[in-house]
């Protein structure tokens, strides 16, 4: 098999790997079926901090695997993981055995998280395509989006037979995303040599050394509270409004359609990555801050609005970060990045909860609004500031690359 063949197999294998990975179709009946568990608001975002730490705990050591040993056993791991995690979270009668059901489903997270999305930018370099990178990125998510809308549909109706259906059919998804997975192969590479804590060392270096990087850090610290959270905010939203759950499904095929169309058609039209993370971010805000103004069913269309942030947050954060990080330390500096925005989460997310319980759906939306609006502006100010202050040098042993347009 010669080096081109190799690649391109790889590309093939990727949508088809994040096609199945991404294709948990329990998001519309999650919250109902917590609640149905016995859960409070508060419980539950406990139950989501508890996944946030168990990321944070395994985020470095599973992305050293990746770059240290292998990819591909990387992503393979996920997807494993992330099948125990569900069958857990079916048979689990407490709340105890839930929390350990989330952090099996973190530990599952982190294995995947930045392996995938490093081989494809890997693979796409040494073919010379590296700048195909969001196209390709955002075609895969569509694709992704687009088999979760249907997933949603059929999940609501399978939750009013039988709630545990929908979960049982994330965890076949997965393990086929499993055994996919097997058909990627490693791309020839420069792999770090130093010992692990050495590895891990140099890649905290890395970030702290380059403005653009630790920017980076800053903005997955407000976007991995902020944008984590609106997920379970929707279905307080839609009880305020008095939706019954027979609809969240349709809703959540919506979503995904805003969702697929901006990952397909808009990730690859913007070369200016900080800006594009930037108005993310307010269209984020203007999303919890709107919706408490207009307290009505249709103002679900302006919820939707989230949907163009999951849709192009991850390939423009990666897409910026992996022009500018070596080989080897890649999968590690990304798993930096979220291991800072699952910290952010952790700490953060029990408020949200809390503020559900105590003040309603409309207060926790006002609050959330104002502190993404307000982190953003003073993120762009920060950037302002460093660029001002000195020219960016990126020492040259780490051979960073600058992004133009940034």
Request: hydrophobic share 50%; glycine share 8%.
């Amino acid at each position: 098999m010669n080096e081109s063949h190799k690649y391109i197999q790889n590309i093939r294998c990727y949508t088809a790997y994040r096609l199945f990975w991404g294709l948990l179709i329990i998001g519309p009946i999650l919250m109902p079926y917590l609640l149905l568990k016995g859960l409070s608001y508060s419980e539950i975002m406990i139950l989501q901090s508890v996944a946030a730490i168990s990321v944070v705990l395994f985020e470095v050591p599973t992305g050293t695997i990746a770059d240290k040993i292998s990819r591909k056993l990387s992503i393979f791991l996920g997807a494993v993981c992330m099948g125990i995690a569900l069958t857990v979270y079916v048979l689990a009668d407490s709340f105890y055995a839930l929390a350990i059901a989330e952090a099996i489903f973190g530990l599952g997270m982190t294995f995947g998280s930045g392996a995938d999305t490093a081989l494809l930018h890997e693979s796409l370099d040494r073919m010379g395509r590296k700048d195909d990178y969001t196209r390709i990125e955002g075609r895969a998510i569509a694709v992704v989006f687009a088999g979760q809308g249907i997933g949603a549909i059929v999940s609501s109706i399978l939750y009013t037979y039988n709630p545990n259906l929908p979960f049982w059919i994330s965890v076949a998804n997965m393990f086929i995303a499993a055994l996919i997975s097997l058909g990627f192969v490693e791309t020839e590479r420069q792999k770090s040599e130093h010992q692990y804590h050495i590895h891990v060392l140099r890649s905290v270096n890395i970030v702290f050394k380059t403005p653009r990087i630790l920017w980076t850090v800053l903005l997955a610290v407000l976007m991995g509270f902020a944008f984590r959270s609106c997920f379970w905010l929707y279905e307080p939203f839609f009880k305020t409004v008095h939706i019954e759950v027979v609809w969240y499904g349709t809703i959540f095929f919506f979503f995904n359609v805003v969702a697929a169309l901006s990952a397909k058609f808009l990730n690859h039209r913007f070369n200016s990555y900080r800006r594009v993370l930037l108005c993310l971010g307010i269209i984020l805000a203007a999303s919890y801050l709107l919706p408490a103004l207009f307290v009505y069913p249709w103002a679900i269309g302006i919820i939707a609005s989230q949907q163009i942030v999951r849709g192009m947050y991850r390939p423009t954060l990666n897409a910026y970060i992996n022009r500018q990080i070596d080989d080897q330390y890649r999968a590690t500096v990304i798993s930096i990045v979220s291991l800072s925005a699952n910290l952010s989460y952790a700490c953060l997310a029990p408020l949200v909860g809390t503020s559900l319980d105590t003040w309603g759906a409309i207060p926790t939306y006002v609050w959330m609004g104002t502190v993404t609006l307000g982190g953003i502006l003073l993120l762009g100010l920060l950037r302002k500031a460093q660029r001002l202050r000195q020219p960016i040098e990126i020492p040259s042993e780490e051979g960073l690359r600058l992004e133009t347009g940034t």
